[in-house]
Nanobody, 124 residues
Framework: VQLQASGGGLVQAGGSLRLSCAASGRTFRSYAMGWFRQAPGKEREFVAAIRSGGSTYYADSVKGRFTISRDNAKNTVYLQMNSLEPEDTAVYYC???????????????????WGQGTQVTVSS
């Protein structure tokens, strides 16, 4: 599986962005998909995930502001980000996991494939 993330950019605080992650392969619908982010000098952290059945999971810091969704017909997962804050500034990575145990959905090592990342910068 190859993942291509896009949609990052520079936005003012309070603004919105929608990230997209296009996946190759015919088994996309079988994968759990996740978004992680990494700010300079910090560890990669979980943002959101969606399992093959559509269940969604969010980090507390983005709950109510971000929405993850998937379109299996387009092999694409989205991350709609609203009410952005300067603390959301990071490189955002999409990822895919063939096996997703709910208790491990927030752990990077659960994911088998990673995209190249897209930069999101939120100015104050």
């Amino acid at each position: 599986v190859q993942l291509q993330a896009s949609g990052g950019g520079l936005v003012q605080a309070g603004g919105s962005l929608r990230l997209s992650c296009a996946a190759s392969g015919r088994t996309f619908r079988s994968y759990a998909m996740g978004w992680f982010r990494q700010a300079p000098g910090k560890e990669r952290e979980f943002v959101a995930a969606i399992r093959s059945g559509g269940s969604t999971y969010y980090a507390d810091s983005v709950k109510g502001r971000f929405t993850i969704s998937r379109d299996n017909a387009k092999n694409t997962v989205y991350l709609q980000m609203n009410s952005l804050e300067p603390e959301d500034t990071a490189v955002y990575y999409c990822s895919a996991a063939l096996r997703s145990i709910v208790s491990m959905i927030r752990i990077p090592s659960t994911y088998d494939y990673w995209g190249q990342g897209t930069q999101v910068t939120v100015s104050s």
